[in-house]
């Protein structure tokens, strides 16, 4: 069954400061990835996502992922934080031959110390 | 419309009751999803429909969640009969085609079962 697994329920770090979100999937073919952030009382909004070619792709808001087949791992990075970063971020892999519906991490909250 | 749209955006109702959750996707979007995000399960797909109908319901928790489309558009998550453990936020995304094409999610309705 395919599943997602973000380790880092909850992670600091200090503005300016480089950050590194990780991700693990489990999944029977090449996925589909996605990185979402969430902030307080909103939606889900899309940083960035994996289909297929260049493994590393860039995102939104300065953010990239590099997609390492051989860890099943899609971690997320940047290289300066910025306080307004503070959010819940989700990694989630697309099931295609399902109607491309997503299998969620758990999330990873991200606090900015400044 | 410019994005997925639901409604209300919070609804607190009794134990007992039912409800309805109504989602407007992005127009033209033939895919829609329903997830549900609670504090102890994460994000957890619910329903997928392609058009007017609904290949995978293989997340509705219960016999008590039913959801329907029309026109190919609206999209109405109902729950009978709710209980406390129902108490959570909804999400609803569209994508144009399905597959594994980007998601884009509402801002979700905030369910509280008192």
């Known amino acids: 069954a395919q599943s997602v697994t973000q380790p880092d329920i909850h992670i600091t770090v200090s503005e300016g400061a480089s950050l590194e979100l990780r991700c693990n999937y489990s999944y029977g073919a090449t996925p589909y990835l996605f990185w979402y952030v969430q902030s307080p009382g909103q939606g889900l909004q899309l940083l960035l996502k994996?289909?297929?070619?260049?493994?590393l792709v860039q995102g939104i808001k300065g953010f990239e992922a590099e997609f390492k087949r051989s860890q099943s791992s899609f971690n997320l990075r940047k290289p300066s934080v910025h306080w307004s970063d503070a959010a819940e971020y989700f990694c989630?892999?697309?099931?295609?031959?399902?109607?491309?519906?997503?299998?969620f991490g758990q999330g990873t909250e991200l606090s900015v110390k400044p | 419309g410019a994005g997925v749209s639901q409604s209300p955006s919070n609804k607190v109702t009794e134990k007992g009751k039912d409800v309805e959750l109504r989602c407007d996707p992005i127009?033209?979007?033939?895919?829609l999803y329903w997830y549900r995000q609670s504090l102890g399960q994460g994000l957890e797909f619910l329903i997928y429909f392609q058009g007017n109908s609904a290949p995978d319901k293989s997340g509705l928790p219960s016999d008590r969640f039913s959801a329907e489309r029309t026109g190919g558009s609206v999209s109405t998550l109902t729950i009978q009969r709710t209980q406390q453990e129902d108490s959570a936020v909804y999400l609803c995304a569209s994508s144009s085609t399905g597959g594994g094409n980007i998601q884009y999610f509402g801002a979700g309705t905030r369910l509280s079962v008192l």
């Open positions: 127009s033209g979007h033939t895919a």
């Open positions: 994996y289909f297929s070619g260049d493994t």
């Open positions: 989630a892999v697309g099931v295609y031959n399902q109607g491309g519906k997503l299998i």
